[in-house]
Structure formats: structure tokens, C-alpha cells
């Protein structure tokens, strides 16, 4: 016979598991409600952020001394006069009233006035989850960047964040309004206060990329390596660039690939190359100063999608690698980069004639794949980019032209004619462009001096940069 217990224990099981039931149905429709206030909230906000960021920024140029208080009061209004369909902020003072002290609201008012108070609970309650007020932020970020540097605002908005990151150390260096909406904003929640220090410091980052980059020292030390030559060296250097000589050279390979065919003799004229391939630091000032090169400002019609695509944000590429070759980079990103500092991209021609350094051999410094570990990184000495100019200089003294990273050049891909016009710039038009010098992904034959490649000139990869060209001296 079984025990009362026994008996009762089935009833337990099935009582047990109805609860756990109701308590996961319960959290799923809480977590529901939540999520769906939390979309609500932040189409709210979507629906006016670029005119309220506009309108901060505005205050913070003027000078006003509490911008962000403002511009919440403003974005407040025009939301109500959105979903309320009031034209007057007198309108909600009733309803004002009765949140603050109690005070009775007039009978016509009450529905209005319950639907002001839904408005500002769900902005309360949504504000103050870290994830939502994050989320809110990044989703704005790119919006307020380009805002700052449209109005030429970065140093008006560092006052601004240093007020604010002073205030968060310190309440007593608040300033009272600007303490108000602290606690208002944050209810003081330890999690969100932290958050909001980080993001602030953050965008002082993004603002200010040149001076959290690199120690100075270092980037002198790689700087002078592109820039200095051998008190012995016959070749003429001007920052950072080497001056190549006009003459003609034979461009091509009779034993190579057949593009390469046929071997012939092209003129080419004197002209200037980097000594280097473009740096992650140095695209990073340039997106500084130019931002149409950010990764999130970049025309999507002149990239595969994968543009930047090792960098976290706008201006904040992988971190300890910026002394490496730019990678992610379509040929009409190289293209604007190069213009942008009144250079070029280097023709096909000038390229090979500067990866052959006057010598009518397999690589600029001879015939033998044996030496390669010495001047280029490919898969027999590298898993990815290198920090450029590590290794021995060619007899040119231009680094990694053979390996590290394949290089775009200016021409459109095409099998060679016989007899090409001084100077060739290739087709008019076409499919691909031209890449040159082999990466680390590359066995030896890809590095060869004539070896040629070719890509959409939107593509990007990670074994994809370049160099620049110039017909007059840098000087």
C-alpha cells in the first residue's frame, strides 16, 4: 500500500511542472514586453535623432553652458508634438504638475495626460538599461561624428566631454542642472554611470585618433625608416618617396604566366614612388581628416561590403597593428587616398619598372626564391601582414615590393600588346584592376617582379593595400 506521500507525489509533479510552466511563460511575456517597449522607445528616438543632434552640436558651438539639457527638452517637445499633437509646451504643464507634486488634472485632460505620462515612463524606463542606452548610442554615433566635422566642432566638443567626464569623478564639479539630469538619466546606477565614461571617452578617441595612437617615439622610429636612405645611397629620397628615372626597361616574362607575354620594351617616364606601402596609421590620419574614408561614410557602391573590415569603428583600427599595411581597401579607396595628398596610384609600367630596380632578373635582387626571406613576407615567413619596411630594402630602396601585401596600380586588366605607347596606362575601360607584388598569403612565383594579378576594383581583402605615385617631387 502506498504511503500518503507516494500517493500525493504524481499530483506534486504535475502542480510542479504547471508552475515552472506559468514562471517561463511568465519572464518569456515580461522579456516581450520589455523588448517591444524597447523598439518603441528607440523608433522614438530614430525618428528625430539626426535634427536632435544637429540642434546639440549647434548649442555646444555657442557656447551654451548645458547643451544636453536642452536639446532633451527640445527632443521631449517634438516628440509630443508628435504623439500627443500638441503645438505649445504649455499644453503638457498639467500634466506636469500632477507627475511632480500631485496635483489634480482637469477632467478633459486626463486621458491626454495618462498618455504624456506612458511616454515618459517608457523614456525613464528604458534609459536607465545599459543595453538599450548603448545600443542608442552606437546607433547614433556615426550621425553625431559626421556632425562635428561638418561644423569644425571636435574642440568645442572636447570642452564639452571633458565637463562631462569631470562631473561623473566628481559631483561637487557638476554644475547643478547638469547634476539633475545625471540622476534624472542614469538614477546614479553604477553600470550605466560607468557606460557612460566609457562611451564618453570613446568618442574623444574617435575625435581625437592621433593622439591615442601611438607612442611618438615609435612612430618617428617608422617614420625615419621610409624616409631616411644610407649616407651611401645614390638615390634621391624626399619624404618618404624614392624618384625612379626615365628610361626604358623590358616589362614582362617570357617562362611566366601568360599575361605576362610577350617581354617587351616599354618607356617610361621619371616619376616619384613611396617608399613604403600605406600604413594603417597612415590611413587612419587621413580618414581623420577626409571622412568619406570611414568605414561606416565610405560609398557603398565603391566596396564588396567588407570595407575596413578589421577595424571596430570609424576610427579605430585593430589595435597594436597600425604600423601594418592597410588591408581591406578597394582600388577606389587607394585611388582617393593618394589624390588626397596630391599624389596617384602608380601605372602598372611604373610599377614593374620600379619592382625590377634597373635589373632584368626574377626579383629585384636576383633569380633565387632562396633570398625572398630576406626582402618580402609570404606564407614561407608570415600568417599575416607585417609592420611594413622590417626587412632589407630592394636595390631601388623600396620596401616589401615583393610580398607582404598585393599593391593596386592605376590600369584596367588586359593581355599585353606587342608594342605599347611610351607610358601605358592600359585600356580604357574594363572589369578588373591591376594588383602587383605577391602577399603573405603567396608562394615565390606571385612575387615575382613581373607576376600580375586582378580584382573587381571593389574588392577588398586582407592581403590587399597599396602605394602611392607623384609626377612632381614631394618637396
Not at 575596413?308 to 587616398?337: C, I, K, M
Not at 606564407?379 to 607582404?404: Q, V
Not at 607584388?437 to 617582379?449: A, M, N, T
Request: glycine share 6%.
Amino acid at each position: 500500500m502506498k504511503s500518503p506521500m507516494f500517493a500525493r507525489l504524481p499530483r506534486l509533479i504535475h502542480t510542479s511542472k504547471r508552475a515552472l510552466l506559468l514562471s517561463v511563460f511568465g519572464l518569456l511575456g515580461a522579456a516581450l514586453v520589455a523588448w517591444g517597449a524597447t523598439r518603441t522607445f528607440s523608433n522614438l528616438a530614430k525618428e528625430f535623432r539626426e535634427q536632435a543632434i544637429k540642434e546639440f552640436v549647434g548649442y555646444v558651438v555657442k557656447g551654451e553652458r548645458y547643451p544636453m539639457v536642452h536639446e532633451i527638452y527640445e527632443l521631449r517637445y517634438r516628440i509630443f508634438q508628435s504623439k500627443l499633437g500638441i503645438n505649445n509646451k504649455s499644453e503638457t504643464k498639467a500634466c506636469s504638475r500632477h507627475r511632480a507634486f500631485g496635483s489634480e488634472v482637469p477632467e478633459d485632460q486626463i486621458d491626454f495626460c495618462r498618455r504624456y505620462d506612458e511616454l515618459v515612463d517608457l523614456a525613464k524606463q528604458q534609459l536607465i538599461l545599459p543595453k538599450v542606452f548603448e545600443y542608442l548610442y552606437y546607433e547614433t554615433e556615426p550621425f553625431l561624428i559626421r556632425e562635428i566635422e561638418r561644423r569644425k566642432a571636435r574642440d568645442a566638443i572636447r570642452v564639452w566631454i571633458r565637463q562631462k567626464l569631470r562631473c561623473l569623478k566628481d559631483k561637487y564639479r557638476c554644475g547643478r542642472d547638469e547634476r539633475g539630469l545625471l540622476v534624472r538619466v542614469t538614477s546614479l546606477d553604477p553600470e550605466l554611470l560607468k557606460l557612460y565614461h566609457t562611451l564618453l571617452a570613446s568618442l574623444e578617441k574617435k575625435l581625437f585618433p592621433e593622439e591615442a595612437m601611438l607612442p611618438l617615439d615609435f612612430v618617428d622610429e617608422m617614420e625615419s625608416r621610409c624616409t631616411l636612405l644610407p649616407k651611401d645611397s645614390a638615390h634621391q629620397v624626399v619624404s618618404g618617396m624614392v624618384f625612379v628615372s626615365e628610361g626604358p626597361f623590358r616589362m614582362g616574362s617570357e617562362s611566366g604566366e601568360a599575361d605576362e607575354r610577350p617581354l617587351r620594351n616599354v618607356l617610361v617616364k621619371g616619376f616619384w614612388i613611396d617608399r613604403c606601402e600605406v600604413t594603417i596609421y597612415d590611413f587612419l590620419k587621413m580618414a581623420d581628416a577626409e571622412p568619406i574614408l570611414r568605414k561606416s561614410t565610405f560609398p557603398r557602391k565603391f566596396h564588396n561590403g567588407r570595407y575596413l573590415a578589421n577595424w571596430e569603428d570609424d576610427l579605430q583600427p585593430p589595435f597594436g597593428q597600425e604600423l601594418q599595411p592597410v588591408t581591406h581597401v578597394s582600388w577606389f579607396a587607394a585611388r582617393y587616398f593618394c589624390n588626397a595628398l596630391g599624389k596617384r596610384l602608380p601605372s602598372e609600367a611604373e610599377w614593374e619598372k620600379a619592382a625590377r630596380a634597373g635589373a632584368e632578373k626574377v626579383y629585384s635582387f636576383g633569380d633565387d626564391p632562396a633570398f625572398l626571406v630576406d626582402y618580402g613576407w609570404y606564407r614561407k615567413n608570415a600568417t599575416a601582414p607585417r609592420p611594413a619596411a622590417e626587412l632589407m630594402p630592394s636595390p631601388l630602396e623600396l620596401f616589401d615590393m615583393h610580398g607582404n601585401v598585393r599593391e593596386w596600380v592605376w590600369d584596367w586588366y588586359e593581355s599585353y600588346t606587342p608594342n605599347p605607347d611610351p607610358d601605358p596606362l592600359g585600356p580604357q575601360r574594363g572589369k578588373y584592376r591591376v594588383l602587383r607584388g605577391g602577399s603573405w598569403k603567396d608562394g615565390p612565383e606571385q612575387l615575382r617582379s613581373a607576376s600580375r594579378d586582378d580584382a573587381s576594383p571593389a574588392q577588398t581583402a586582407a592581403d590587399i593595400g597599396f602605394r602611392c605615385a607623384s609626377d612632381q617631387s614631394p618637396e
